[in-house]
């Protein structure tokens, strides 16, 4: 059985930077793609970021991509989510997504089938 699970969340002030993790429990993680989402109050669940397997093909949101980075590393079976500059708008809670390829549309929610608890990130003004 796969789990998910986010760490790195927290508090921060407008302007600062926070790093996610996402622990893999489970075998062949470099199999599988990997998303974060993020869900605000009263705002549907969205994509920020999804990488491939071998992280060799990667997408970022176009309003987030300078700002947000995804990466990961194989060999630790977790993924990462480098968010700097971080604005209030970017209060959420942010969710790990998995799927074995192949996969569909990496934007779509339903791509996914393994998912974290989430974890939440506080941006203060």
């Known amino acids: 059985q796969v789990h998910l699970v986010e760490s790195g969340g927290g508090l921060v002030q407008a302007g600062g930077s926070l790093r996610l993790s996402c622990g893999f429990s489970?075998?062949?993680?470099?199999?599988?793609?990997v998303a974060w989402f993020r869900e605000a109050p009263e705002k549907g669940r969205e994509v920020v970021a999804a990488i491939s397997g071998n992280g060799g093909s990667r997408y970022t949101v176009g309003a987030w991509n300078d700002r947000f980075s995804i990466s990961r590393d194989n060999t630790k079976n977790t993924a990462y989510l480098q968010m700097n500059d971080l604005k209030p708008e970017d209060t959420a809670v942010y969710y790990c997504a998995a799927k074995a390829a192949p996969i569909g549309a990496v934007r779509m929610t339903d791509a996914y089938d393994i998912w974290g608890r989430g974890t939440q990130v506080t941006v203060s003004s």
């Open positions: 489970g075998s062949s993680f470099s199999d599988h793609y």
